[in-house]
């Protein structure tokens, strides 16, 4: 069974849109699937609208983006994971064909590439600076080439993650993920299209884009991670 895990804070314009594009694309894959989505305190008809929608919804009180993903893993029935974002911008019609490469080539973990296909305004040129940045520091710290270390679209083994240990709790669970899989399973990087995200973004991108950084520098300089 595949379980689509989808973390939403406020996402009430693009989470409805986003569950009809996974069910039209998922509907002709072999098997069964659920989609969960993982809300932390959405003041909005975000939850509500996913509940309409058939979708199972798990509460995560607690702010913050890995927080939101080790729950939603936990709680996951599937024993294949995929992962995006609620806002519109990662490609559901995708999915057919990543199962596929998943499945062909026995891959335990799966992440797709935002810059294979970038829509053109899809990301501003701070965010490309930025990502260019912690691509390089991954690649550096880790010797972990990526094109896209903080992809939010994953096809992933549960017990991969089960097996990872993964401490960021934040944004850095993205890259820290990446970094552990790729070192330790069967690991690809496929690219995909991309597209400007709707609603509001929750990324605040120097902070987050330089605590990203520090999280790389403390993940390769600190013992036991
Ligand atoms: N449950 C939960 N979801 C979150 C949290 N932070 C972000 N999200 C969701 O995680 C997904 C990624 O967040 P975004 O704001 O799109 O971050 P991003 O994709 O890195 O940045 P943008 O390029 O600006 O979209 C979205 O679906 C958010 O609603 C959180 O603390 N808890
Ligand atoms: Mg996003």
């Not at 990526?146 to 089960?162: A, C, R, T, Y």
């Not at 970094?179 to 995200?197: C, D, M, N, Q, T």
């Amino acid at each position: 069974m595949i379980t689509v895990v989808i973390p939403t804070i406020n996402e009430e314009k693009s989470i409805g849109l986003v569950i009809d594009r996974l069910r039209a694309a998922l509907g002709p894959v072999k098997g069964d699937y659920e989609i969960l989505i993982v809300d932390t305190n959405s003041r909005d008809r975000t939850a509500e609208i996913a509940v309409e929608k058939g979708c199972r919804v798990v509460r995560e009180p607690e702010r913050g983006y890995g927080r939101a993903y080790k729950t939603g893993f936990t709680s996951a029935r599937g024993d294949t994971i995929i992962t995006l974002d609620a806002d519109a911008s990662y490609p559901p019609e995708a999915i057919p064909q990543l199962l596929r490469i998943f499945q062909d080539e026995q891959l335990e973990f799966l992440t797709a590439n935002r810059f294979g296909q970038l829509r053109q305004g899809a990301m501003s040129r701070t965010h490309r600076f930025g990502n260019w940045i912690l691509n390089a520091a991954t690649r550096l710290l880790f010797g972990v080439r990526l094109h896209d270390s903080q992809s939010g679209m994953w096809i992933l083994k549960k017990d991969v993650f089960e097996r990872l240990n993964v401490r960021s709790n934040g944004f850095p669970f993205s890259e820290e993920i990446k970094i552990k899989a790729a070192k330790v399973v069967r690991f690809k990087e496929i690219p995909i299209e991309f597209s400007l995200r709707q609603g509001e973004k929750k990324l605040r991108t120097w902070k987050d884009g330089w605590n990203n950084l520090k999280f790389l520098l403390k993940l390769r300089f600190t013992r036991n991670t």
